[in-house]
């Protein structure tokens, strides 16, 4: 019996099936490289020794998706595939509404289709919108200020009228805070096409020369530094996160919503600071306007994944920045295939 990973090659994905092959699972990987490249697939053979069976499809494709599950024999599911830019989102709600509703109904009605009723998915802090007072508890009401946002609460929402419907659904719905950092080796990790929207990407193409410095999108709000204050987590953690969740969820029906976070929270130049102290690169930077809807304070209370999974972070903020920085320096310019 294998898992299916939907946007497998991409950056939760890729270090969530290399977590997922180390602890014994075999792994089938869906992915249509709309945010990511195939060069992934040979990393992750790469560094487990496996590589994951690989299909090439868009998760709107029900019939290319049917096709898979027709062939494989697969016990449960992943779903990271989705647009994920919040700025994007505002200008273009419709390509969101359509591909990141769209998709997960299409991958639930396949599922329906052939009795899989397993499945994790990769929701986001961005659910508690901006009214909840951090440290953010499973139990707050959701809500969101972008249409990206809204995806989040309305999957969410799907996802648990199915289990209303049939309570043979295990579904987790797990809401990450700011994943960042790579896997140690350096070999896969955080390449965003164009600008990066999130800050570590930008801060690590600032230290490795390709951007000129970063701007501090407001030092006005009310945090010890004036910058904004979120909940940090090694994109490992996150993975292996996942790896507790799919355990949980082939054994136990319902629903849960678990955070996944380290419970702490750092300022932007905290994490600038930490950055430079790891990595020995200084970041240059300007204090700049605030970003519209951002929040001042975004970090987990994250109590529960440890009482219901056993899982909790391994690892601080200057692994996550020296880990951030060898995969950048690594790769300049992210996964290129070899000429
Ligand atoms: C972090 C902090 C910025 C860039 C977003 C999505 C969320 C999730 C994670 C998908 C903030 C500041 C940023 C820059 C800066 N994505 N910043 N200069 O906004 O907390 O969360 O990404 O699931 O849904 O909302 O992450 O990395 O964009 O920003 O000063 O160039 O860094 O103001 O305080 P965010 P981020």
């Known amino acids: 019996m294998a898992i299916l990973v939907t946007g497998g090659t991409g950056f939760i994905g890729s270090h969530t099936t290399v977590e997922l092959i180390n602890a014994g699972y075999d792994v089938i990987s869906v992915d249509d490289f709309s945010n990511s490249k195939p060069l992934v697939l040979d990393r992750i053979e790469e560094i487990t020794g496996k590589r994951p069976t690989f299909y090439e499809l868009n998760i709107l494709d029900k019939e290319a998706l049917n096709e898979v599950f027709e062939k494989e024999s697969i016990e449960a599911v992943i779903h990271f595939a989705a647009f994920k830019a919040v700025g994007e989102s505002v200008a273009e709600p419709l390509k969101y509404y359509h591909n990141n509703l769209g998709g997960l109904i299409s991958v639930l009605e396949v599922m329906k289709a052939h009795n899989v009723k397993n499945i994790v998915f990769s929701s986001s802090a961005t659910v508690y919108g ?39 659904w295990a579904v987790m719905l797990l809401r990450y805070f700011n994943p960042i950092g790579a896997h140690p080796s350096g070999l896969i990790g955080e390449d965003p096409q164009g600008v990066p929207n999130n800050i570590m990407p930008y801060i690590t193409q600032v230290a490795v020369g390709k951007r000129e410095q970063l701007s501090v999108f407001g030092n006005d709000y009310d945090t010890p530094d004036g910058t904004g204050v ?22 136990h029906n319902g629903v849960e919503k678990i955070n996944l976070g380290t419970g ?52 601080g903020i200057e692994e996550m920045c020296r880990d951030a920085w060898n995969w950048q320096e690594k790769n300049p310019n992210g996964f290129v295939e070899e000429a």
């Open 130 to 168: 901006v009214d909840n007072p951090s440290p953010l508890k499973e139990d707050l009401p959701t809500s969101a200020t972008n249409p990206y946002g809204y995806t989040k609460v309305m999957n969410e929402q799907i996802l648990q009228d199915v289990v209303t419907s049939d309570d043979e």
């Open 230 to 251: 979120r909940d940090y987590i090694h994109v490992v953690d996150l993975a292996k996160g996942h790896v507790a969740a799919i355990a949980h969820a082939l054994k």
């Open 264 to 315: 702490h929270g750092y300022s932007v130049l905290d994490l600038v600071h930490n950055f430079e102290e790891a990595t020995g690169v200084e970041v240059p930077y300007e204090i700049a306007d605030r970003r519209p809807g951002d929040v001042a304070t975004c970090y987990a209370d994250a109590t529960y994944a440890k009482e219901l999974l056993g899982w909790e972070t391994e690892f």
